[in-house]
């Protein structure tokens, strides 16, 4: 009876991280280069049932059973989005590998796919609200007009002069990278990318399957539902197997 309230309980954390992910997919459906998530989980070790106590006090194996799952890891899903013609100069979409860099306020990098670039106060390319944009050599960009175009390497111009190139890097082991707080990946080696593919006037969208996510999100919320309504069933059992069994 107990170990079915410990599966159910199981059951109703593990919809609930679900559906969290789920949610948070999908309110960055609409943000440009955002790449979606997924939960996974495992159970614990197995627990092996022993008989134990015959005369030479040794144990003997007689079966194994696991109780509950745990949650195991929140795995990004690193694939392309459909990438969209905008015709801004200062939008920038990477075709293939390759993250740009921004510089944070903590003076860290972060990474992203996002490329909607915008210029700041000073006149140095940025990604509003997150930081300047690094070039090649991990440098601010400063460009002081918008009135700019690139080719595919990633090299800007002002009328036929090149003043900067986008630093694009790649990583080995993208599962060494860690999403922050604010959306952008932290960690792992970048290596500056020779020869990328930046397409000038287009950005990424992402690659959230919004139907996927939604259908989804209704059979997690039933499971949860489900679980929930279970477990009160057990609870009932529980409390009459201690009040009026337990007066027997």
Known sequence: MFK???????AMLTH????????????NVSTAG?????YTASTFDEVMYSR??????RGEEIGRQSYIRAASDIDTDYTQGTLEPTGLPLDFAINGDG????????????????????????????????????????RPIQLGTDKITGDEAGILYYGG?????????SFADLEALERN???LFTGGQPTL???????????????????????????YQRALQSAAQTSKMYDQLMTKATTDIGRM
């Open 193 to 219: 990318m020779d020869t990328p593919k930046v397409l000038n006037g287009y950005v990424e969208r992402s690659n959230t399957d919004i139907i996927k996510q939604m259908t989804e999100m209704i059979t």
């Open 4 to 10: 079915g309230f410990y599966n159910l309980t199981s």
């Open 16 to 27: 609930q991280q679900n559906l969290n992910v789920i949610a948070n997919n999908m309110i």
């Open 99 to 138: 993250f740009f860099a921004v510089q944070l306020a903590d003076g860290t990098t972060g990474y992203t796919r996002e490329g909607n670039f915008s210029l700041d106060d000073e006149g140095y390319l940025c990604l509003p609200g997150f930081g300047q944009v690094l070039d090649s050599q991990n």
């Open 34 to 38: 955002y790449k979606q998530d997924r």
């Open 52 to 57: 134990v106590g015959n005369k030479y006090n």
């Open 161 to 169: 002069t090149p003043l900067a190139r986008l630093g694009v890097f």
């Open 181 to 183: 707080d604010r959306g």
